[in-house]
């Protein structure tokens, strides 16, 4: 079983500070996915990242995959109440479909107006 | 509808009891995946589908556990006599594309909250 380890678990901010969602693995993913997740909804696909060093960005969203392919990070610029969401993290292996997918626990992100 | 739409949306039960949560997936997309995720985690798969053929069933916790697609498109979750322990939420996703290397997107419904009493 490959472990995704998010970082930190909660994180409470004002609006208009960055934040920084980390996802860290021992093992090597063929891409990574980042969604969020509103409650009592389902998660919903931000961005899929494939190509270590892969840097993308999604308006104040950014998101990086390590060299090797085994971590990842989510930043947020000038977050906005918006923002407010449990992020979650999910690669998927090599060796599998790409569609079963490893989560991690997930970040719960806050932002205060 | 839309989405990918589950039912029932919330499922008290006792213990020993069977029950089948259902999903509708995104007309047209070939492949479905059963997901479950309990309180404060990230999801966990269980099983999924291209068209109506089982590709993978590995994440089933036991074979209390079952899931059929029998004509590729509404997929049927069985767990027989329940217990305690598979309290959690069951979420169906479904996906254009079919299992391999492409990555693609997982749109997910909202879930069958189950509760074992």
């Known amino acids: 079983t490959q472990l995704l380890e998010q970082s930190p678990q909660f994180l409470s901010i004002q609006e208009g500070e960055n934040l920084t969602v980390y996802c860290n693995s021992s093992?090597?993913?063929?891409?990574l996915q980042w969604y969020r997740q509103e409650p009592g909804e389902g998660p919903v696909l931000l961005v899929t990242?494939?190509?270590?060093?892969e840097v993308k960005k999604l308006k104040r969203l950014t998101f990086q995959f390590g060299d090797a392919r085994k971590d990842s990070s989510l930043h947020i610029t000038a977050a906005q109440p918006g923002d407010t969401g449990l992020y979650l993290c999910a690669g998927g292996a090599e060796t599998d479909s790409w569609g079963k997918l490893q989560f991690g626990a997930g970040t719960q992100v806050v932002v205060t107006p | 509808g839309a989405g990918v739409s589950q039912s029932p949306r919330y499922k008290v039960t006792k213990r020993g009891q069977d029950v089948a949560l259902r999903c509708d997936p995104i007309?047209?997309?070939?492949?479905l995946y059963w997901y479950r995720q309990a309180l404060g985690q990230g999801p966990e798969f269980l099983t999924y589908?291209?068209?109506?053929?089982?590709?993978?069933k590995s994440g089933l916790p036991n074979d209390r556990f079952s899931a059929e697609r029998p004509e590729g498109s509404i997929s049927t979750l069985t767990i027989q006599r329940t217990e305690q322990r598979d309290s959690a939420m069951y979420r169906c996703?479904?996906?254009?594309?079919?299992?391999?290397?492409?990555?693609?997107?997982?749109?997910f419904g909202e879930g069958s909250r189950l509760t074992v009493l």
């Open positions: 007309s047209g997309h070939v492949s």
């Open positions: 990242v494939v190509t270590g060093g």
């Open positions: 093992s090597v993913f063929s891409s």
């Open positions: 589908f291209n068209y109506e053929a089982q590709q993978d």
């Open positions: 996703a479904s996906s254009r594309t079919s299992g391999g290397a492409f990555t693609g997107e997982l749109f």
